[in-house]
């Protein structure tokens, strides 16, 4: 299966790679900055749709993981983080709709949880599952709900049906797995927000 990997030069983009590859698929890299790979890459900005586009041609998967995280609040503005999180992540949906792409795994956060997710005091342990409510407390949080609202998993806007159906969230419960079998502890801590 031909897999396009969105931000491929990150964390979670450079794990997967080579273990999809180990299992038998083919993995496409697309990301901004240009990387040096032995898998096939495109330079492009998920901002753009007809880069977004150009990526998918072919392809029969797509995990997206292209987004400025929540560490980087102080350094960019709510406009950037809409720009890319939101607008990046609805012109992949709309190409992979186009493409006739068989699914879409969303790169989400534990930021959705936000507010869900403080503890009332000092001792309290706020334990989050999958069920817990969607609070997010800044703009990262809210983009990521948005981006997951595309699956139709969260009812804000209608999707109509026109997204491809073998579609999943990964959020950070799931993302920290696969990092923990190939970055030790003091980097997971650092880089997976």
């Known amino acids: 299966m031909r897999i396009l ?6 964390t979670l983009g450079t794990v997967l790679a080579p273990a999809l590859a180990a299992t038998g698929h083919e993995p496409v890299l697309f990301d901004i900055q240009p ?4 898998y096939q890459f495109i330079q492009g ?32 503005s709510a406009q950037e983080f809409y720009d890319l999180n939101i607008g990046g992540t609805f012109n992949l949906w709309e ?35 999958e ?12 983009s990521k709900v948005v981006g997951e609202d595309r ?11 026109r997204y491809p159906q073998h579609s999943a969230t990964l959020r950070q419960f799931r993302a920290r797995l696969l990092l923990s079998r190939r970055h030790p502890p003091a980097l997971r801590r650092s880089k997976c927000r």
Do not use: M
């Open 5 to 10: 990997i969105t931000g491929a030069g990150g």
């Open 35 to 38: 990387l040096r790979s032995s």
């Open 45 to 76: 900005d998920v901002r753009e749709p007809e880069d977004a586009r150009r990526a998918i041609a072919g392809v029969d998967l797509v995990v997206h993981t292209a987004a400025i995280h929540g560490i980087h609040l102080g350094d960019h």
């Open 95 to 129: 190409a992979a709709a186009g493409a006739g792409v068989r699914g879409l795994v969303f790169s989400s956060t534990l930021a959705v949880y936000g507010q869900a997710g403080r503890p009332r005091s000092a001792t309290e342990v706020v334990a989050l599952s």
């Open 131 to 142: 069920d817990s409510p969607l609070l997010p407390g800044d703009i990262y949080g809210f």
């Open 151 to 161: 699956r139709g998993d969260v009812p804000l806007l209608p999707t109509q049906g």
